[in-house]
């Protein structure tokens, strides 16, 4: 978590500050309600003066946040606490809304899709919230966080294919299918990119590897967008430009 100002005053040292700020980033805008920051400090176990204590955080956190300069401020509503602060100033909005506008444009407008997730994915600068200690509510937005920035990725992947960009993916895909070996749509991304880039024999095997993988891990057989991308290795049109494989049988693997 960090704050970029030329001004005094900026992330406080004090772990249950540092939630509440938390927290109030994350709902930026938006009331976040003292239940949940009670639930978020304390669990199931408040202290009596939970409602003085927070007026407390709320109280030191404003001393450090608001100026002029800044146009930020914590206001307090009847239920809660909502972070006033201008559109475009915290990363974690900009990344959700860069990922819902890629994801309109992602087969109209592929070339843009990219330059947007590729920006998101640059906010990046490491696991979100990783100092910060997280109570119960923020470990529930870190995972929803990790899992965006999965599907941002899988996004991207998406919006180069639709650029044409398979071979330069391949290597690519065979780092993510191995740091997420459940993660399916990675898994079908390459066995497509493999295709689409003659490699039709790898792509077949490496859908039987994965398909060999979740039957033994998990007990389940390939979703249907893994079948889909072997069916695309089995079947498609081959790539313009790319020369004759040697015979592939035309068998679906089952």
């Not at 400090?41 to 450090?64: A, F, N």
């Not at 990344?95 to 994915?121: M, S, T, Y």
Request: hydrophobic residues 40%; aromatic residues 6%; contains cysteine.
């Amino acid at each position: 978590m960090e704050i970029r100002s030329d001004e005094r005053g900026g992330i406080p040292s004090a772990p249950k500050q540092r939630q509440v700020l938390a927290m109030l980033l994350l709902n930026a805008n938006k009331v976040t309600y003292v239940d949940e920051l009670s639930d978020e400090l304390w669990g199931d176990r408040p202290p009596v003066s939970r409602h003085t204590t927070l007026q407390t955080y709320v109280y030191q956190l404003r001393r450090r946040l608001e100026s002029p300069s800044r146009r930020t401020t914590i206001v307090t509503r009847p239920l809660g606490y909502m972070l006033q602060v201008p559109d475009g100033s915290i990363d974690v909005l900009e990344f959700q809304a860069k990922i819902e506008q890629a994801a309109r444009v992602l087969e109209l407008e592929p070339d843009v899709a990219v330059e947007l997730l590729e920006g998101a994915l640059s906010l990046w600068r490491g696991p979100a919230l990783a100092d910060v200690v997280c109570g119960s509510v923020l470990t529930g937005y870190v995972t929803q966080l990790d899992e965006l920035r999965i599907c941002a990725t899988e996004l991207l992947i998406e919006a180069r294919m639709n650029t044409g960009h398979y071979r330069e993916l391949v290597s690519e895909l065979k780092r993510l299918v191995h740091t997420y070996p459940f993660h399916e749509n990675f898994h079908a991304q390459l066995v497509r990119a493999l295709s689409m880039s003659g490699r039709r024999q790898e792509a077949i095997a490496a859908y039987r590897s994965v398909r060999s993988m979740l039957r033994a891990e998990l007990g389940i057989d390939p979703s249907p967008c893994l079948d889909d991308a072997l069916q695309l290795a089995l079947n498609g049109p081959r790539p313009a430009g790319v020369p004759s494989l040697p015979g592939v049988r035309q068998e679906r693997c089952g």
